[in-house]
């Protein structure tokens, strides 16, 4: 089974070792109950560095006071025999006194711009609690590499620009979303849904399907295309919409026009019962 460390100076050692014998160090930072999603992560790690390391930690400065971060799930066994499979070569799993050593409300990195809309809008809070605790993983492992996946779109540019303001030496890759084959993107937080609330779940892949499909018969009214993911998603009783949103890829600035040479997305948040899922599409190139 693959290691399990809780320390930073038993991730800095083994981090010396790996680089004393040229190895690229890779970091997958998760919040564990790991999936396929996850596993595809790892892969993508392994195929650029010589030691794949894993996070497992629940970074309580990232959920809201009426958040879920108490019944998170937490799977330590079941991740650990994931991370095996996948070929990671250790898992991080420290506790938040080593993560937080002056305490959760000590310092922390704010990244302004993209961080107040979106996710941040409905989210107050949550994406300092990202960067900052990103910002930590990067300096308790100096990795070459961190892979984040594209469900978490506005997260992944978050972490970019992270990178980019502060010269971080780290390179960030962004790894597919990995679905099930009835369309419902990989998440943690599926976890939460009952049956009725898993079938419902599927709306948003939907909403997502006919809205790039009417961009690829030519729709290029950024309302228009809001207009079909709202529509998708009211269609389903169980569904309660949060965000639907056509936004530049790169800025997240909303977009009245999709025009040729600007990527596009579309963004979705929705609640289904106690569960609030994202999930977003590329529109396009
Ligand atoms: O995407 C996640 O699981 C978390 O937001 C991350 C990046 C591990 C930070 O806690």
Redesign the pocket.
């Known amino acids: 089974m693959v290691p399990l460390l809780e320390t930073i100076d038993e991730v800095r050692r083994a981090v010396a070792a790996a680089r004393a014998s040229g190895k690229v160090v890779g970091l997958v930072?998760?919040?564990g109950a790991l999936h396929v999603g996850h596993l595809r992560l790892i892969e993508r790690c392994r195929a650029e560095a010589g030691l794949v390391c894993v996070?497992i930690?629940?970074?309580p400065t990232?959920f809201g006071p009426n958040e879920d971060f108490a019944r998170y799930p937490r799977t330590l066994d079941g991740d650990r025999r994931l991370c095996t499979e996948a070929g990671a070569d250790l898992i991080f799993v420290p506790d938040v006194a080593t993560m937080y050593p002056g305490g959760p409300d000590s310092t922390f990195v704010e990244v302004p711009g993209l961080t107040g809309i979106l996710e941040g809008a409905s989210r107050p809070g949550h994406f300092r609690?990202?960067a900052t605790?990103?910002l930590k993983?990067f300096a308790i492992f100096a990795p070459d590499l961190a892979v984040?996946?594209a469900k978490?779109f506005q997260?992944q540019l978050v972490?970019r620009r992270l990178v980019a303001d502060l010269n971080l030496p780290v390179a960030i890759r962004t790894v597919e979303t990995v679905r099930a084959p009835d369309g419902l993107a990989l998440s943690?937080r599926n976890r939460y849904l009952d049956p009725d609330q898993r079938r419902a779940a599927t709306i948003l892949s939907k909403a997502l399907r006919l809205a790039a499909g009417a961009v690829a018969e030519g729709e290029r009214r950024g309302d228009r295309v809001r207009q079909i993911l709202r529509e998708t998603i009211e269609s389903e009783s169980l569904a309660r919409l949060d965000y639907a949103e056509v936004a530049d890829a790169e800025t997240l600035e909303p977009l009245d026009e999709l025009m040729r040479g600007r990527r596009a997305v579309a963004l979705l948040a929705v609640w289904i019962g106690t569960a609030r899922l994202i999930d977003n599409a590329i529109l396009s190139e």
Do not use: A, K, R
């Open positions: 930072p998760t919040m996070s930690f629940v970074n990232q609690g990202v605790v990103v993983l984040f996946g978490d997260q972490i943690s």
